[in-house]
Structure formats: structure tokens, C-alpha cells
């Protein structure tokens, strides 16, 4: 491998010192760690060597890799998730814990382990003594060496595959996303309706445009948002005018009357005159 390679890569993760899992992108063995995730789609990562989508000394021994053949690598925390910082671990009060939003109800408490949001940092629970908690803000795998094993399954070549595999490393549901290339450094993208209600794509849209930019020397990219009516919504508006034709039709056919006529707004004010 070269750094600006696209590649699919295929891995587990596990800390050193305790074979703990750390991350996979094989289902069987996130279930046999007790770590699955129903939301997650198991297969291999998309991502492009050198651009620092992972960690620093994975990246490295990406360089050393070739497709297909199995590799594993020991990275210490310095080129893992970094060294723990003891000043990011602080102390609060149980009062203030118990306070945020996922405890409010009562039906959830704070253990050892879990995953916590304090004033937009996220932290783990380290322990509980005296009435007050530790929380570490230190990255949940720093301080720790991790073992990766892996294989590269694809080296992606064509610039179509290589744009969905940046937008799937942004993003998601690449294949919803179409597209037309201006040129050679332009590139019109069609936006699908799931972004248009999502508060992550505002963050999600800069990391493709940056992207895109950087790694396939895109100039202009136009990000586009397309309001189609859709074919149901024209039969239902057709529907309504049909409807509505009709009524009056019977309205009219009530009164057989020549002199008998249905008045008009303007008609009503002259008559009351």
C-alpha cells in the first residue's frame, strides 16, 4: 500500500493486556464479546492510507500491507488512542451526575464503565466513593496497547467507487446519494431526503466536501437539495380537483330554475346595498 490508496479493510481490534474487544467489523465476533450493535453494518471500513481515518500506528503498517494477505500489529498507546492524562480525570458530586438528562427518570443508574455527555464531553464512569464520582475524559482506550489484526480486501481504483467510499466514511446510505461529474474538477451531488432532517449532516457535509476535495482534486463541489413531488402526491391533488368538479357539477344540477343561480361574493354585498 501507498498513502492516497483507497482501501477496504477488514479487522479486529482487541486491548493487549486484557484481550478486550475494542472494535470489529465482523458480526460473529462483536456477538461473541457481547458487543453488538443491531445499528451497525458489519463488513469492511472503507478509507484512504495516510489521511489519518485511524489510528496513527495502524495507518503506518497500512504502508507495509498487501491486499488479501492476513497481517497483526502491536501499537502502543502513544500511536493508539494516546497516553491517559490524569488531569482529564475529575470528581462530582452524586447530585450532579444524577442530574443529567439519562438519569433524570430514575429508571437508569450510573455504574462503573458506562459512557456519559458533560457539558459537550464525553466521559466514563471510573468509580464511585464517598457520594461523589470519577469521571475519566480521557479517550475510553487510551493509555492502552492495542492489538490489531487485519487484511486488506480491496484496493479501490475506479472514481465513482472511490466518491461512495468517501461519502460512506463521512456519511451514510452512500448508494442514496447521486451524482455527476462537471469536467475534470467539478462534481454535482444530489442530496437524498434522509439528510434533509438530520442535525449530523451539518458536520457530516463538511468532512465530504473536504474530502472530496483533497482526494480526488475536486475544485467545485455543489451539494444539491431536491424537492421532487412524488407520484402519489399528484394522484391525491388530481384526486381532490375530480372530487371537487364533481360536487359542483351536482351542486348545479340541483336547481333547474334558469333564474336560479348560485351568488357570488360581490353578488351578496350588492343585494344587501
Not at 72 to 98: C, N, Q, T, Y
Not at 218 to 223: A, G, I
Amino acid at each position: 500500500m501507498k498513502d492516497g490508496d483507497f482501501i477496504r479493510l477488514d479487522f479486529d481490534a482487541f486491548v493487549k493486556e486484557t484481550e478486550q474487544l475494542v472494535d470489529t467489523t465482523h458480526e460473529e465476533v462483536a456477538k461473541e464479546h457481547d458487543l453488538y450493535n443491531e445499528r451497525v453494518s458489519y463488513a469492511p471500513i472503507p478509507l484512504i492510507v495516510g489521511s489519518g481515518q485511524i489510528v496513527k500506528g495502524l495507518d503506518r503498517d497500512l504502508l507495509e500491507a498487501e491486499k488479501g494477505k492476513e497481517r497483526e500489529v502491536e501499537i502502543p498507546p502513544s500511536e493508539a488512542f494516546g497516553d491517559k492524562d490524569p488531569k482529564l480525570v475529575e470528581i462530582f458530586p452524586e447530585r450532579k451526575i444524577l442530574s443529567l438528562p439519562e438519569f433524570r427518570k430514575g429508571d437508569k443508574y450510573p455504574v462503573d464503565g458506562m459512557e456519559i455527555r458533560m457539558n459537550n464531553r464525553t466521559g466514563i464512569i471510573a468509580g464511585r466513593f464517598a457520594g461523589r464520582y470519577r469521571i475519566d475524559f480521557n479517550h475510553r482506550w487510551a493509555g492502552k496497547t492495542i492489538i490489531y489484526k487485519y487484511k486488506v480486501t480491496n484496493i479501490i481504483t475506479k472514481k465513482d467507487e472511490k466518491l461512495r467510499a468517501i461519502i460512506e466514511s463521512s456519511y451514510t446510505a452512500p448508494d442514496e446519494f447521486r451524482f455527476e461529474w462537471k469536467g475534470k474538477d467539478g462534481i454535482d451531488i444530489v442530496l437524498p431526503d434522509i439528510v434533509k432532517l438530520d442535525q449530523g449532516w451539518t458536520m457530516a457535509k463538511f468532512k465530504l466536501v473536504s474530502d472530496i476535495r483533497a482526494h480526488l482534486n475536486m475544485k467545485t463541489v455543489r451539494l444539491i437539495e431536491e424537492y421532487v413531488k412524488k407520484e402519489e402526491e399528484k394522484a391525491e391533488e388530481e384526486q381532490k380537483v375530480s372530487v371537487g368538479n364533481d360536487h359542483q357539477h351536482e351542486h348545479d344540477h340541483e336547481c333547474d330554475d334558469p333564474e336560479c343561480k348560485h351568488a357570488t361574493p360581490t353578488e351578496v354585498a350588492k343585494e344587501k346595498d
